[in-house]
DNA sequence: TGCCAGGCCCTCTTTAGGGCCTT
């Protein structure tokens, strides 16, 4: 069944690292679905990685060692956010980060993602080629959204990462028929040269 | 043994190098 264009899940990890393929593991996911640009629902989950994380990330992160030595496993958390996401096009910032852990994760339980991940950073460096940097902080500070929590929490994270996408849907609204296409619309858009986006937006 | 990301994108480019972005 080819998934709902209307409807997307905007997700972020938080990690023990940078990379999957050095030993790296998930710690937490979170995540919102929208529904026509509405979020529907939430989903945020501690995951217990089997190994300890190091100061760097307790203090990037917020997360400690005491906060995941009580959480479930990492198979357990991934199972349930698997059945979250289904079959949904998803959205991420600097999406190939967070496919990477995707993908690693749901391997190590035999799961697969087979749908369409689009990466909000690449289509903010080309909608907002003012803005100071593509940092999905400096840019919700660029658009003025309200910022009510702390960054690099996942949940935070996926929450802004959807306001910015909303925001960019409603940029382009003016040149797109309807929310049904601004999926495919914002892809084209991460895989144009700049030079060519004006000319893509004006269709 | 020792070290370790990787994809995108710009430019002083394409037979390459380096910054950005994510944790």
């Known amino acids: 069944m080819m998934p709902n264009a209307d409807t997307v899940v905007i997700l972020d990890f938080e990690t023990t690292g940078l990379s999957p393929d050095c030993g790296d593991r998930a710690i937490e996911i979170g995540a919102v679905r929208i529904e026509k640009g509405v979020i529907k629902e939430r989903f945020q989950k501690l995951m217990n990685p089997g190994r300890p994380v190091d100061s760097f990330i307790a203090n990037y992160t917020g997360i400690t060692n005491a906060m995941l030595k009580g959480a479930p496993s990492c198979e357990e958390v991934m199972g349930e956010f698997a059945d979250f996401i289904g079959d949904h096009n998803l959205v991420a910032h600097n999406a190939s980060f967070d496919k990477r852990f995707l993908d690693a994760e749901l391997a190590r339980i035999s799961r697969h993602y087979a749908g369409t991940f689009a990466c909000s950073m690449l289509v903010a460096r080309r909608i907002y080629q ?46 797109s028929s309807s929310r049904a296409i601004s999926f495919s619309l914002l892809q084209k858009l991460a895989k144009t040269p700049k030079k060519g986006v004006a000319k893509l937006l004006k269709g």
């Open 130 to 175: 003012d803005a100071p940097n593509h940092q999905l902080g400096t840019l919700i500070d660029h658009l003025n959204i309200p910022v009510k929590g702390d960054f690099h929490r996942a949940l935070y994270d996926s929450e802004m990462t959807s306001q910015l996408w909303l925001a960019m849907l409603e940029k382009i609204a003016g040149h």
